[in-house]
């Protein structure tokens, strides 16, 4: 058994699923509601009991001690540039993949930009990152969005963008559910776990992990429908049923 597997077991569960909350939308919105004091943002979550976090470095160094050992830790090493940038743009490298074991991660999670002036450069990244995975044996994870917003759950696009990170050696995608019509031939074209992310907090959104999963997602990495919900805890245990079929 590889390394990667080794880690991969602690995210995903023996159903091949996974529930990830994503709290690391500090980094680029800044303390929006729900993760002002994210401390107690982690001590909610934890409560909910999902299989994984994501988390930014800075984060998982101040409050590791609130993470219990069987929660992976997905850390994000891309970044540098927050909601004021002059441009929508393609998230550059901030740390590395070695920086990530020392901190203590299971996983690494980058960015990848389709569709813009910075693909070319944001799919370097990913190549560059996933040989950094290879020598470690670190789980990659990559996050593929569409940067013209108005094409931001184009089928088309994110087909294309998930296929592309899985051929540079992702290990799982996370991206936007393009609806019941489509998915389907997504995952179905991605031979690595496809996770969906949940976008703005959304009353629908446990029936569209529901959806997702349907059409062959294998869980979903949920931020503001989890940190943003009224009751954080149970959000999250309603997400662990959905997808784990419980
Ligand atoms: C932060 C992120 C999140 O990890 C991801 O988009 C999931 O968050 P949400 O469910 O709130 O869309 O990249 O911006």
New binding site residues.
Partial sequence: MSGKSVRLRRIFKSDGKSVVA?L??G???GPIPGIVDIGNTIREVVKGKPDAM?LNPGVLVKYSDLLPGDVGIIL?ITGASTNYSPVFDYHRLTTSVEHALALGADAV?A?CFIGGNGESASLEIVAKTAEQCYKYGVPLFV?V?VQDQNKFVDANYIATGARAVFEMGADAV?T?YTGADTFREITNAVPVPVLI????KDMDALDMAKQAINCGAKGV??????FQAANVAEYVRELVDCVHGR
């Fill in positions: 994503a690391d939308h980094q680029f919105q994501i994000r999670i960015m996050e969005l996370k936007y992310a949940g976008g703005p990495a949920f931020g503001r429908n989890v």
